[in-house]
């Protein structure tokens, strides 16, 4: 309750309080809350219930409680603390982000202590838990607990009602019985943080088909087709698919690309969306003479979700991000497309790629990898190179990774090297300076390292800005494309579960061989290579979703998403698909960022294709249909021949 409160306060006027919101909150926030105590005393329960009575006295037992009533204690203080410093960051209770966070310690944990006093939490914790079970030693509650659990009866009435109870909240209430409010901020704050953890653990992978709204495979495939549909376009025979050739008439181009991925970029830290901080001159020097996207936005709010949309360019599909499931190698990338144009591909990050799976889900789809490798990781297995940054080539490092600066000098010689062999290249650059604990190199910009965000997007623009003065002397400058572009925005809370202004990143394409100009059209970041493989006028085989936006049959629209709500919005309509086959529907107001409910029926074009995106995009990675085409060679290597003899074979046939 003291946790609750301390998050209201801190959400201030976002929660758009009255009356009846103020005890739904607090009475909702109080049954989770029950079902937490109840769930956390599961296993005493259990141990009451096989520990022999004739024991209970013991020196052992007597041990063992308060052993086990510390450890608990001490896990209910911590996340007292710990859903503080969540909530700070997210703007939400625990969920499938934290979950996520537990794999990778070394990244949290230092990323906590470099940005929070970790030893004094720490010591806070451990003073807090160390009085209040000397309180329950002053009042003797062990000893009456000793002396009331001597009675098999006792015990076995005490765990079937406790079971009973864990039975009713293990399949009747979950965390969606608190999103009952429109308000994202209300909803948060009735759930409880522990409840909502376990909650976020159990529904880690989400069937689309079991929980959200369908149409049947073949008429959903038939909306998304008639989408995707141009004159340049020709799909294959196979109605379940999305597979197509793109056929351009016009003179094709083949320069170097390097996409720079730009850590927790939201748009309007640019003075060109509005900024009056004055945080980004070299960018929004750049936006002046790119290709900009102005109104482009992101498909979710975690990197893994930027990568698969800038990799994959798919909708976002319930529960994990692709870059983070299994059965994800091969699949037809943005990656894969330029190596059938005979380029070298390249992943570069620069943290220790083991984290979100990057360097699994990157290497085995035929990427390079050059990382900041760490000792003690486990080693991976995935198919491409890997190429760790030495300690002698990185002058700055925190909790997440190398400075900006120092991964593109790693860009930079890797080009170098590319060049001198004579090769092609397109890389996918991912950035880390822009996230907390915000510390960057000294002396390099106004504003001390560690001091907040506006420093570190000031770096981030920096680093940027000695990037392209290093590179503007180096021989295959000339031939290069430097897209630019977020992975999502820095926050994605907002008074509505599906923020629409908070998705809003900027990309830009520098050094194209046309005009500078701004592309103004409602687009996606799955939308941004058909656009640009569009401007180069490349023939080539595709299964993505993403549209060249700037054909005449384009139709603007972009896909956000969370790990469960899925968003299409469409001109000023936002329809969101949820769990128990829930569609909302709203109007959308840039203006304003204002969200009104509307009715839209189910046979509505807007809502169908909101929900045949969805479903066939869960439907294609589910059933293999991402993966790339085989070559030849890769057939004939399937069937244990060559080449030669495959072909043979395939002739005699």
Known sequence: MVVRIILFSISGSAVDLSLISFFRIFFTGLLFDFGTVVFITVPYLLYLLVFPL????????????????????????FSFFAEIVFWQEFESRFNFIAVDYLVYTYEVVSNINQSYPLPILIGSILIIVTIIQFLFEKRRYF???????????????????????ILIFALGINNS???????????????????????????????YDAFYKRLDNKSAFEVVRRQLKNPSSYFESDSFSIGRKIADSGQSINPNVIMITIESFSADFMTRFGNREGLTPVLDSLAEKSILFTNMYATG???????????VAIPPTPGNSIV?????????????????????????????????NMNQYFGNNGYTVTD???SGIIAEQFAAERHPIPDSLVNFENAWGICDEDLYDAVIRDADAQMAQGKAFYDFVMTTSNHRPYTYPAGRIDIPSGTGRSGAVKYTDYAIGRFFEKIRSKPWYKNTIIILVADHCASSAGKNEIDVSKYHIPAMV???????TAIDQLCSQIDLYPTLFSMFNWNYQSNLYGQDVLSPEYVPRAFL??????????????????????????????????QKPIHLPSDNPVVMEAVANYQTAYYLFKNGGLKEHPSLADTARQAGTTGLQYKVSKAGN
């Open 324 to 356: 983070r499931r299994q059965h994800n190698e091969q699949l037809t990338t943005i990656g894969s497309i330029f190596r059938d144009k005979r380029y070298n591909t390249g992943f570069f990050y620069g943290g220790d790629g083991y984290f979100d």
């Open 301 to 311: 709010t975690r990197t893994v979700r930027g990568m698969e949309a800038l990799s």
């Open 143 to 165: 000893q009456k607990s000793f002396r009331g659990n001597t009675v098999l009866k006792d015990r076995v009435v005490l765990s079937s009602v406790f079971s009973s109870v």
């Open 510 to 516: 520098v050094n194209m061989p046309m005009p500078p």
């Open 54 to 77: 004739k024991w209970n006295s013991s020196l052992f037992n007597r041990i063992a409680t308060r052993v086990f009533f510390f450890l608990t204690l001490t896990i209910v203080i």
């Open 372 to 374: 900041r490798k760490r």
């Open 177 to 207: 019985f608190a999103e009952k409010s429109t308000n994202r901020y209300q909803n948060e704050l009735a759930k409880a943080g522990i409840y909502s953890f376990f909650s976020a653990f159990r529904n880690n992978e989400l069937n």
């Open 561 to 594: 998403g969370t790990y469960q709500k899925l968003a299409y919005l469409q001109h000023d309509s936002v329809v969101i698909l949820s769990p128990q086959q829930k569609v909302e529907s709203f109007k959308y107001s840039f203006a304003s960022n204002e």
